[in-house]
């Protein structure tokens, strides 16, 4: 966290620097976002590296965090419900 605090505080000039911050936080966030899309097709974690790039985006984007939102729950819900595969029996 205090490397973390440490970048924030680097970006915490005033004005024009609240602009730069979020736009930087926007290209950072965007290009991982952009390349977990891509690993959907390529080989590649993209179940991993699409909720980091929403995460970068949800720290400054109320509609990345709503994504990320629904995407936590879309997970928990899909880790709850047990699947169990139905066995056909040959008669």
Do not use: C, Y
Request: zero cysteines; aromatic letters at 6%.
């Amino acid at each position: 966290m205090k490397l973390l605090s440490r970048i924030w505080a680097a970006f915490s000039l005033r004005g024009v620097a609240a602009h730069l911050r979020k736009l930087i936080v926007a290209v950072i966030g965007g290009t991982v976002l952009l390349i977990g899309i891509a690993l959907i097709v390529l080989p590649g974690p993209a179940f991993i590296v699409i909720p980091v790039g929403l995460a970068i985006l949800a720290t400054e984007f109320a509609w990345a965090r709503h994504a990320l939102t629904r995407t936590r729950d879309f997970v928990s819900r899909r880790k709850n419900t047990k699947t169990t595969a139905v066995v056909r029996t040959e008669q």
